[in-house]
């Protein structure tokens, strides 16, 4: 059974610029959520998606956004770069929406902003 | 707010060196604890989920448990390939994102 997958797995961008990175759930999964990483905050989570309806959404700007398609895949888009987005940007699939689901997570884009 | 605390943020052991990693956590009407391994530039493999005080999951060398303000993973005669960094993660409540803490990075010396 595939993973998750997420592409591009590397990204170099300048400041002011946007961005949009896409996450291939498992198989039959249906809900998505994203994560950054980075050195000093760890992973805070930004957005997840059900059905193509966002369910819930972290304190990031609204310079962050995200959509879900029908076939589950999610993209996730960031307008305006700054130097602060650069990071490793994790998606993760679980089958349902529950509390007690494990999520899965695929390798990440490492996303530079120059 | 659910909050996660990893400790240590570091540990190095010696092969075959057992020892235990701490995860301290504050969550209203805990529905899952996970624990996952994240090698450097990858994303975290899933390792774990625990759902109630008491509770006990085994895996190879590695074996997590569970009270109602933490959880353990311990390390029984680890080997180099088990060094990485341990995430532990909480769902709670109505709010079904997971809450990391920062990680415990382990280096397994030969």
């Known amino acids: 059974k595939a993973g998750v997958t997420q592409t591009p797995r590397y990204l170099i961008k300048t400041r002011g610029q946007q961005v949009t990175l896409s996450c291939s759930p498992i198989?039959?999964?249906?809900?998505v959520s994203w994560y950054q990483q980075t050195p000093g905050q760890g992973l805070q989570f930004l957005f997840e998606y059900f059905s193509e309806t966002q369910r819930n959404k972290g304190n990031f700007p609204g310079r962050f956004s995200g959509r879900q398609f029908s076939n589950s895949r999610s993209e996730m888009n960031v307008s305006t770069l700054e130097l602060g987005d650069s990071a490793l940007y994790l998606c993760?699939?679980?089958?349902?929406?529950?509390?007690?689901?494990?999520?899965?997570f695929g390798q990440g884009t490492r996303l530079t902003v120059v | 707010e659910d909050q996660v605390t990893q400790s240590p943020e570091a540990l190095r052991l010696q092969e075959g060196e057992s020892s235990s990693l701490n995860c301290s956590y504050t969550v209203s009407g805990l529905r899952g604890l996970f624990w996952y391994r994240q090698d450097p530039g990858k994303g975290p493999e899933f390792l774990f989920t625990l759902y109630s005080a008491g509770e006990e999951k085994e895996k190879e060398r590695l074996k997590a448990t569970l009270t109602k303000k933490e959880s353990f993973l311990h390390i029984t005669a680890p080997k180099p390939e088990d060094s990485a960094t341990y995430l532990c993660?909480?769902?709670?409540?109505?709010?079904?994102?997971?809450?990391f803490g920062k990680g415990t990075l382990l280096t397994v010396n030969p």
């Open positions: 198989s039959g999964h249906r809900s």
């Open positions: 993660a909480v769902r709670g409540g109505s709010n079904y994102k997971l809450t």
């Open positions: 993760a699939s679980s089958p349902e929406m529950t509390g007690s689901t494990e999520a899965f």
